[in-house]
């Protein structure tokens, strides 16, 4: 089996089609930026884009991805490694405490972002609702949002 | 009654709650003794006259110059500057605001400095642990005092090159400077002589005055942040070695029970399976009970094995724990004398003498830690040592466990400390450490142990649930004269899990105080769980007081300081820093003022407010909240019928004093998080126990908040410049369920007197 993984295509050799995709991410694939919270889709920590819609991996077959093109968090900067606005607004707003649930946390915001440049209050709590955050980042990851919202409303990151 | 024992369990839970707070050092030997062998060695090399006492690392020589390396947090060479963080980073910042000291004492420009995690070492470093609070207070002046000898160095390394005085010679963003001259040299060209110094006597040594800090108390971003969000490997999960296994442990459901048999030959016949065996556990609750170790080559394959596992479990020495029985037993508990923890006054003559009275049963119940990376360790057994990749709070103690399970000496234990996603108490305790040495024991390869989030639950060593009949009276003035607060809780291996004293709030602030206490048998384990007992403590003692100021007919600040009374200090506290009630009273009035305490509000919202001291902070803080109409009758967790009613909860005014700021950024960071992990706790989190076990395991039945509940968030701080800091990764929970508690009153007038408040129908907008 074959899977397309932030652009690369992988030759997973033989696996059981029904391994989540959280687990091939993280043992079979080294991309360890994918987390395993609680393995019922709960917490968000696995999330991962599959052709630009947000997904819980730790549920997800592998078998389901097919053609389809993944992205994880070690796929959101750029090739050359340029962070994207909401990755550089993390890190300027110190969002992050333990730091274990931030990378779900970014996909859901990427994915809200590239639909939704400019999102509501409400559309951001509707897109973040499925992540949680144990230490409780809660303030700061709107705030990002939010940041990167209003720069997009004034066209900094060409709109 | 259980024969399991609890050593090590009970002796840390009570180091991070009551005897913390007394600063037992007796008890602190205890828990981070060395192994003696090991203590020998070591305290000889610093015999021998290392440098500064430091043990590590050694300055190495290069062609045509030498590393400087005057102590175990920095490294000078010609790659730059390297500062070593000492202490587990569980999100509370450490990594962060430790190494901002040394940068701050040292002169180093932050922007140029690279932060390492240091290795374990005693002797380097003294106890590297994440719990209580700790890790500002213990390390500040010693980060300081080392630092500055540092500098001292450099600018001697300065004044000999250029044949001028050390004092002609400033320091300033990783520089020597000459100011009169305008001649520079960087720390880096200065290494190789600083290096050939003689170290200065300690005395000789001028700390900086924190009026000229330029880097302490700023907003400074974690160190990690990058690699956070590009996703790069950092926690204890994320840890890969060559060869590894993945492996799994299955323990029996109710805690304590073991393994009569199993289908393991079954079981290593399944694809990927690797080994199967079963360990009969060593007896200690809290190092490695009995189950059945599945090795595979991948989690996934491991976990298909866990899910096809059939274990005979043998219960007769596990857990029989019921939560609903428990509480029958308090409820009648809470109607008879309880042991008599203290006494002051007459309690009996003021409730006679009194004009009003109040009385309530205040119950909250178990709740787990659930850190978001599960519980998870890899360990490498190579014969005559072992090495550890551990996400642990207290490495030293997860050191001593591991060597216990492999039959090797501590020093033959090498562990790195991972980033851990989230601590909150629970890897204080090193149970899975101790599973994944055991089970690497047997293995050929190296293994990551990963506990399922199931695991993570139902093996948690839970913060207690507990009950408190409390009643209390005031005089014709509408003062608080007479206090009762009766504690019954739980008692794990026949400990209480918990205990209040004479000192619990407002020991010494009312005339007839009286403090009863009385335990229920219980085996499930219980723990230090982020601000140990004061995190339920101060949501009965605050709302009581509350009943007390409304039975009075008076405003509840202005009972709040009365009873807080003159500024004076109120026992020894914790580190020796005790409650001041002057400090109290200041965190008390800022938060009520920039609250706008007393101001009109619409109809249905109220204010609340609530303080408490613990860990050495004096934090207040004030909530405003609206409650929604009556809405239909539902059943609760325990069968009873509440009315549900819509919780908005606006806005929390928080105003601290913890002395000094570190790092501002990772401080209002930690006074936003706990505001929200308090108010998660508060309105929905419980775990349940039948027939000895947990009834809810993973994040579909324990239901964290999310982030549309969040409320705003104001925090601010009060440094007098009088006192040290301290720590603030906990401080700042207790004071917001009772805050919110006493808003819902004000805005409604329905007391909530148990935690979860979803169990009194209460529900976040």
């Known amino acids: 089996m074959k899977i397309n993984v932030n652009g690369t295509t992988h030759e997973l050799g033989e696996i059981n089609p029904q391994t989540p995709l959280l687990w091939v991410l993280r043992d079979h694939l080294s991309l360890v930026g994918t987390k395993y919270g609680c393995g019922i889709s709960q917490c968000g920590a696995c999330t991962v884009l599959v052709d630009g819609e947000v997904m819980k991996s730790c549920l997800y077959p592998v078998s389901a991805v097919g053609d389809a093109q993944v992205t994880t968090i070690e796929g959101v900067a750029a090739k050359d490694g340029t962070l994207t606005p909401l990755q550089q607004a993390w890190i300027d707003l110190d969002v992050a405490q333990c730091g274990y649930c931030q990378a779900g946390q970014i996909i859901s915001a990427e994915a809200l972002m590239r639909k939704n440049p400019t999102p509501s209050d409400d559309e951001i709590d509707a897109a973040m609702n499925p992540n949680l955050c144990r230490c409780g980042t809660y303030i700061r990851i709107r705030n990002a949002i939010k940041r990167v919202a209003d720069s997009n409303k004034s066209g900094q990151n060409g709109g | ?765």
Not at chain 2, 173 to 178: G, N, T
Not at chain 2, 465 to 480: A, I, L, S
Not at chain 2, 647 to 661: E, F, M, Q, R, Y
Not at chain 2, 697 to 716: C, G, L, Q, W
Request: net charge negative.
């Open chain 2, 1 to 765: 009654m259980s024969t399991l024992n609890y050593d090590g369990v009970n002796e840390i839970t009570e180091f991070f709650t009551r005897k913390s707070l007394a600063g037992d050092a007796t008890l602190s030997a205890q828990i981070f003794k060395l192994d003696r062998r090991q203590f020998l060695k070591l305290t000889g090399m610093v015999g021998s006259g290392l440098m500064l006492g430091f043990a590590l690392p050694r300055a190495r020589a290069h062609a045509d110059h030498v590393d400087f390396n005057p102590n175990g947090y920095i490294k000078i060479d010609q790659e730059g500057i390297t500062l070593y963080a000492p202490n587990p980073e569980i999100g509370q910042g450490v990594k962060t605001s430790l190494p901002m000291i040394v940068a701050e004492e040292l002169d180093a420009d932050w922007t140029e400095i690279r932060v390492v995690q240091s290795e374990i070492n005693q002797v380097a470093y003294g106890q590297q642990f994440a719990g209580g609070s700790t890790a500002i207070p213990s390390n500040y002046t010693k980060l300081r005092q080392a630092s500055a000898t540092a500098r001292a160095m450099l600018v001697q390394a300065a004044a000999e090159q250029w044949n001028v005085s050390s004092s002609t010679l400033s320091t300033e963003s990783s520089q020597v400077l000459q100011v009169s001259t305008g001649r520079k040299i960087s720390y880096q060209d200065l290494a190789t002589t600083a290096a050939s110094l003689p170290v200065p006597s300690s005395e000789s040594i001028k700390l900086k005055d924190p009026k000229q800090f330029r880097l302490l108390g700023t907003r400074v971003t974690g160190v990690d942040n990058e690699a956070l969000v590009r996703g790069e490997p950092l926690f204890g999960i994320d840890v890969t070695v060559p060869d590894m296994k993945y492996a799994i442990y299955q323990k029996c459901p109710a805690i304590g029970g073991s393994v009569k048999s199993a289908n393991i030959e079954e079981i290593k016949q399944m694809p990927g399976v690797v080994d199967v065996f079963t360990l009969e556990g060593n007896g200690n609750i809290g190092e490695l009970l009995p189950g059945v170790a599945i090795i595979a080559n991948s989690t996934w394959e491991a976990l298909q094995a866990k899910r096809a596992l059939n274990v005979q479990w043998d219960e007769t020495q596990a857990a029989k724990d019921s939560w609903s029985a428990a509480r029958k037993e308090a409820a009648r508990l809470a109607q008879e004398n309880a042991s008599q923890v203290a006494n002051t006054g007459d309690f009996d003559a003021a409730m006679i003498a009194s004009t009003a009275t109040a009385s309530g049963f205040y119950q909250y119940h178990f709740v787990t830690h659930a850190p978001l990376e599960p519980q998870n360790c890899t360990a490498h057994y190579k014969g005559d040592s072992l090495e550890l990749w551990a996400p642990t709070q207290t490495p030293g103690s997860a050191i001593r466990t591991a060597a216990n399970m492999t039959g090797l000496q501590p020093s033959q234990v090498t562990l790195h400390q991972m980033r851990c996603g989230g601590g909150f108490g629970r890897r204080l305790y090193n149970d899975f450490v101790s599973e994944a040495a055991a089970i690497a024991y047997r293995s050929e390869n190296p293994i990551k142990l990963q506990w399922t989030r199931e695991d993570d639950v139902r093996y948690d060593l839970f913060r207690a649930g507990g009950f408190h009949q409390m009643d209390g009276c005031v005089d014709e003035n509408g003062k608080v004269t007479g206090w009762r607060n009766r504690f019954i809780t739980f008692a794990p291996g026949g400990r209480p899990a918990s205990s209040v004293s004479g000192g619990v709030f407002p020991g010494g602030m009312i005339d007839n105080l009286r403090v009863e206490q009385a335990a229920l048998d219980w085996t499930h384990r219980c723990a230090a769980w982020r601000a140990p007992g004061s995190n339920v403590f101060a949501f009965v003692v605050q709302c009581f007081l509350d009943e007390l100021a409304h039975a009075a007919q008076r405003d509840s600040l202005e009972v709040l300081l009365e009873v807080l009374g003159e500024p004076r200090a109120i026992g020894r506290g914790w580190r020796g820093q005790g409650m001041h009630t002057g400090r109290a009273a200041n965190v008390v009035k800022l938060a009520a003022e920039r609250a706008g305490w007393g101001k009109e509000l619409p109809k249905n919202t109220g204010m609340g407010v609530a303080f408490y001291y613990s860990h050495a902070g004096h934090i207040a803080e004030v909530a405003e909240v609206s409650v929604g109409g009556e809405e239909d009758t539902v059943k609760n967790r325990s069968g009873e019928n509440v009315v549900r009613r819509k919780l908005t909860v606006h806005k929390v005014t928080v105003a601290s004093d913890v002395g000094p700021i570190i790092n501002l950024s990772g401080a209002e960071n930690q006074v936003e998080g706990s505001v929200i992990d308090a108010l998660s706790t508060m309105m929905d989190l419980s775990i349940t126990f039948e027939n000895g076990r947990a009834e809810q395991t993973n994040f579909d039945k324990y239901r964290i908040m999310r982030a549309s509940a969040s409320p705003a968030v104001e925090a601010h701080f009060i440094d007098t410049g009088e006192y040290p800091p301290t720590g603030l990764g906990e401080p700042v929970f207790p004071p917001l369920a009772p805050a919110v508690g006493n808003a819902i009153f004000a805005a409604c007038g329905h007391r909530v007197r148990t935690l979860p408040i979803s169990e009194e129908g209460f529900y976040l907008a």
